[in-house]
Structures are given as structure tokens and as C-alpha cells.
Nanobody
Framework: QVQLVQSGGGLVQAGGSLSLSCRAS????????MGWYRQAPGKQRELVAS???????NNADSVKGRFTISRDNALNTVYLQMNSLKPEDTAVYYC???????????????WGQGTQVTVSS
């Protein structure tokens, strides 16, 4: 059984920094793209940043220059370093990973449990 477990997040003042991590566990053969999404109250879930197995990244315009996504393939873990946080970054953050497990035989999208990030003004 494959699962993603997130850690990090919390409350910070505007201009501050927070970090998130997300580790995949279970019977995993390979993880393709990993990413972070967020959902603010009353809004749709949106992509924040993604990273391929080889390390190619894609960031939303709203976080470019402030957020950095990285991954450790040996640990099946993806990270999100968030700097210069703004109140509009407040949301529940979710990690997602495209995982090839031993049971499924194909890539399936798995989601983390979600972590609240709150930025006060």
C-alpha cells in the first residue's frame, strides 16, 4: 500500500519562511513527477510547483523567486521551501506524486493528507 505523509507548515508572519516535506512509502518501484498544490477557502486547488524525476522544475508565476521545490529520490521525498511568504499564500497545501507501485503495474496519482499554511499580515 502506497501513501504520502506530509510534515511542516504552520503559522508565520508575512515575510517569513516555512518548509514542507512529503515522503512516499510502501511498495514503490518508481516515482515520476512530484508536486505541491494548494487550496485556499472558496478557491480551486492550484498547482504551486512540480519536479520531475530528473529534477526539472515548474513553478506557478505567483511563487517564482520565493518558493523552491526539491526532491530526494533515494528517500522518496519532495520538499517545498517557502520564503517571503505573503498572506495570499495562506491555504492548505497538498503534495502529489505519480507512483508506480508493485501492485498496480501502472502510474497512479497519490495525494498527501494536506497541511495548513497560514501567513498573517
Amino acid at each position: 500500500q502506497v501513501q504520502l505523509v506530509q510534515s511542516g507548515g504552520g503559522l508565520v508572519q508575512a515575510g517569513g519562511s516555512l518548509s514542507l516535506s512529503c515522503r512516499a512509502s510502501g511498495f514503490i518501484l518508481r516515482i515520476n513527477t512530484m508536486g505541491w498544490y494548494r487550496q485556499a477557502p472558496g478557491k480551486q486547488r492550484e498547482l504551486v510547483a512540480s519536479i520531475s524525476y530528473g529534477g526539472t522544475t515548474n513553478n506557478a508565476d505567483s511563487v517564482k523567486g520565493r518558493f523552491t521545490i526539491s526532491r530526494d529520490n533515494a528517500l522518496n521525498t519532495v520538499y517545498l521551501q517557502m520564503n517571503s511568504l505573503k498572506p495570499e499564500d495562506t491555504a492548505v497545501y497538498y503534495c502529489k506524486a505519480q507512483i508506480l507501485g508493485t501492485a498496480a503495474g501502472r502510474y497512479i496519482d497519490y495525494w498527501g493528507q494536506g497541511t495548513q499554511v497560514t501567513v498573517s499580515s
